[in-house]
């Protein structure tokens, strides 16, 4: 089983029940492409599974988590992280804090003068499947392995 899952929120507001927002809200993913790094335990996977039709995840690398931390981590103001903010936190650098997302011991909602959630653009080049299918059949949603080189695409 994963330590840690990234998750990223494909589909809009729009159309979107009062159940799946509420459950979107506590994981942290309010708007349309937005990312959140999550520790893995039966209940967030439960959530993840409820919201399967309007996010999409995968199991999360550090190197990943690194790329991520690096060049969309933001703190309040919407600056971005610096390491002197990392010390605070009690980290000696990115690598450190991306092993430990990665790993699950650290969760990004209680980190706090960073933001819970990294704001992606649209991928490059655009999503190669379906946005409104899952990934087993030909789409983009739900536990999707290609993810990883998608929101490479997004940073």
Known sequence: MANAYLVVRIKGQADCPYW??????????DKK???TIL???????????KV???VSWIELDS?????????????????????EDLKTLGFASTDELAT??????AT?????PIKPWFALAPPVHGFKRSTKKLYGQKGVLGQNKELDT??????
């Open 108 to 112: 990004l909602s209680k980190l706090k």
């Open 150 to 155: 998608i929101v490479r695409r997004m940073i």
């Open 33 to 35: 492409y937005r990312a």
């Open 20 to 29: 799946a927002t509420h459950a979107m809200m506590l994981l942290k993913l």
């Open 63 to 83: 190197s990943l988590a690194k790329e991520l931390i690096d060049k969309k981590a933001r703190k309040s103001g919407y600056q971005k992280i610096t390491p």
């Open 100 to 105: 430990a997302l990665a790993e699950g011991k």
């Open 52 to 54: 399967q039709h309007y």
């Open 39 to 49: 520790p893995a335990k039966e209940n967030t996977l439960g959530m993840l599974r």
